[in-house]
């Protein structure tokens, strides 16, 4: 059984950081594509960023471009969020989704694509 386990969530206020964590129970998580996601009340679920299974390719959606970072440890079947420069806009639950693929370069940004989803975790942003 696939599981996706958030953590990291929290309030901080703007200008601050935070950085998210998603551990995957993924027998060939070094094969999985991962992205982050996330959902404000009243909103649809969008693109935050997405990383290759070799990490070697990312890609970022321009809200967040040159303030969140993406990585990936495939030693600790673990993939991160940094978030820096935290707006309220934020603010919104993120969760973390897995999607195997044969690409060792390849990145998915839309929500389609994905197969494992987390739960989530809440992130809050106060101004």
């Known amino acids: 059984q696939v599981q996706l386990v958030e953590s990291g969530g929290g309030l901080v206020q703007a200008g601050g950081s935070l950085r998210l964590s998603c551990a995957a129970s993924?027998?060939?998580?070094?094969?999985?594509?991962m992205g982050w996601f996330r959902q404000a009340p009243g909103k649809e679920r969008e693109f935050v960023a997405a990383?290759?299974?070799?990490?070697?390719?990312?890609g970022y959606a321009d809200s967040v471009k040159g303030r969140f970072t993406i990585s990936k440890d495939n030693a600790k079947n673990t993939v991160y969020l940094q978030m820096n420069d935290l707006k309220p806009e934020d603010t919104a639950v993120y969760y973390c989704?897995?999607?195997?693929?044969?690409?060792?370069?390849?990145?998915?940004?839309?929500?389609?694509?994905?197969?494992?989803w987390g739960q989530g975790t809440q992130v809050t942003v106060s101004s």
């Open positions: 989704a897995a999607e195997q693929t044969i690409s060792p370069n390849r990145y998915y940004n839309t929500r389609d694509q994905y197969d494992y």
């Open positions: 990383i290759s299974w070799s990490g070697r390719s990312t």
């Open positions: 993924l027998r060939t998580f070094r094969t999985y594509a």
